[in-house]
């Protein structure tokens, strides 16, 4: 295995022991109904220091339509979580599996409107290479989102939804993030050690495209 770079370590060893609690609020249902599947939360070394790699899906997807998003999906029978998430990354965006170093695999969370128990796969990039959308009905964009954009202050708000919905956004790399990958990259940056003081108070609606990507989701 290869060593992790200084700014990656503090992450890691927070997640160690992390729970769905330390996570976010979408706690899996009791019952284990829901469908599994994975998303790759990979990082990387960028210009501008640590970045994310992240996708904005397409808007004729049946859910989460529009919205920015981890790499990932639905497990295929016999598949870990890990297999699940570098699969998935490889279909969407032609990411090398051994590109990547898995680093953590986090508790499962709860998505519930569409059902999917989700596991994040935490991974160091180690040798980043172009990468695009490649399934192009699932996938608009592809972005390395700098971390250094997501804790600026400056993008940082929460995220009013018609629905009722209240949780942290950002507007960096060209996405507009909310919802559940807003929801864990909150929690990620704050576990990293990366998170900056920012304005709590200051709340945005969802911009009218992304509403209305998300509605016809």
Known sequence: MTELPGWLSPLVESLRDA????????????????????????FAATAG???????????????????????????????SPEQTALREAQEEV????????????LPALFLAPSGFVVTPVVAWWKAPHPVSAIAVD????????????????????RVAHPSGFR?????????FIWGFT??????????GGWERPWDTGTEEDLPPDVLESSARG
């Open 49 to 79: 220091g640590p970045g994310i790699l992240l996708i904005e899906r397409a808007a004729t997807m049946r859910t989460h339509a529009g919205q920015a998003a981890f790499p990932g999906g639905a497990a295929d029978p016999g598949e």
């Open 94 to 105: 032609g990411l090398d599996p051994a590109s990547v170093q898995v680093v953590a695999t």
């Open 138 to 157: 699932e996938v608009a964009s592809v972005a390395v989102v700098p971390v250094a954009e997501l804790v600026d202050p400056a993008n940082r708000f």
């Open 182 to 191: 807003a929801l864990l990259v909150d929690r990620l940056l704050a576990l």
């Open 167 to 175: 949780g942290p956004g950002f507007d960096a790399g060209g996405l």
């Open 19 to 42: 729970t769905v609690a330390d996570l976010g609020r979408f706690t899996p249902p009791d019952d284990g109904s829901g469908r599994e599947s994975a998303v790759l939360v990979a």
